[in-house]
């Protein structure tokens, strides 16, 4: 009986190979495996054996007729042209997979950070949650002084629960003076919080952490209590910049000023220079360069003077020195604080700055 099975197989393979067409491939079938079908009536056989054969016979002639369906299966697939899966168009053009796109603050910023790495700078990072002392203190802005109004900030109400000690700033004395400092610094209330009004603390943090000489630039995220409209936000990114070394002028400030803007922009921009004040630096400047949008012709973008404020900067105030615990005799620096928003603005000419807080996917996707 098993040769019997074995012999009926090939013979359906067989003649399997030679149909070309489904009405011949239904003929063959009911042929084989229909009701009155050769091997459906030989299997019938099996009934009548006794127990014993019937379990050796069985799981053959089971197996047989299993894999004769699938034969069959497959073979109409075949001559219709379908696979398991069903119609296949091979001329159909791919799925497009979805990628995700960077923000453009975050392009701005990797291209700056390359640029400084190339020039020697490190990288640094620093809390958004800032203790009043590094963001004002140890930046030459006591409590009741009045470029605190510069900044609108956001105040902390729950003071830190467990602030952590500011170090004393040193006191280096300097050709002439007498006056002992730290004493005045000490009364400074350390749990004060408040959100970082720009990225200036993280120069101090920089000086405390690595002394002098030292290069870093700073990118980070501030917030500012501001009444938002198309160029005011409460949250911004600015990147900070510092140069600590003996002799640091600011010639030095203005040849680095200048490789970067060339390179953020691929190409020469005209530049100029104005008095600044800020309390960290002395002097300080602003940067200016030549309106991007209408190169200097006046637009609505430079309100009509040609020229766009891009980096206020200065030459490091020994005071900040003094409390990044650098001796102002020995070493010099110069700072600037970079508005990395303001910059992709310029850069890719948008034109409201709510766009990049908005999570909108229809303005990510353009970059
Ligand atoms: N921190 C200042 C601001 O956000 C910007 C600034 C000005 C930073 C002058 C500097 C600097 O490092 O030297 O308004």
Redesign the pocket.
Known sequence: MKEEIIKIKEEILSELKKIKESKALSDLETKYLGRKGKLTVFLKQIANLSDEEKQKIGRLANETKQEMIRKFKEARSVISGETEAGFIDVTLPGEKRLLGHLHPITIVQNELEDLFRSMGFMVLDGPELESDYFNFEALNIPKSHPARDM?DTFYIATPHPNPLPHPQPLSFARRGERKERGQEEASVDQSDMVMRT?T?PVQVRGMLKYGAPLRCVAPGRVFRAEAIDAVHEHTFD?M?GLMVDKNISIGNLIAVMKELINSMFGRAVETRVRPGY?P??EP?IELDIKCTICLGKGCPGCKHSGWLELL???QVHPRVLEYGGIDPNKYSGF???LGLTRLAMMKYKINDIRLFNSGDLRFLKQF
Do not use: D, L, N, R
Request: no cysteine.
């Open positions: 900044q720009h200036s600015q900070e800020f960290f630096v300080g206020p900067a200065g700072a600037f604080g």
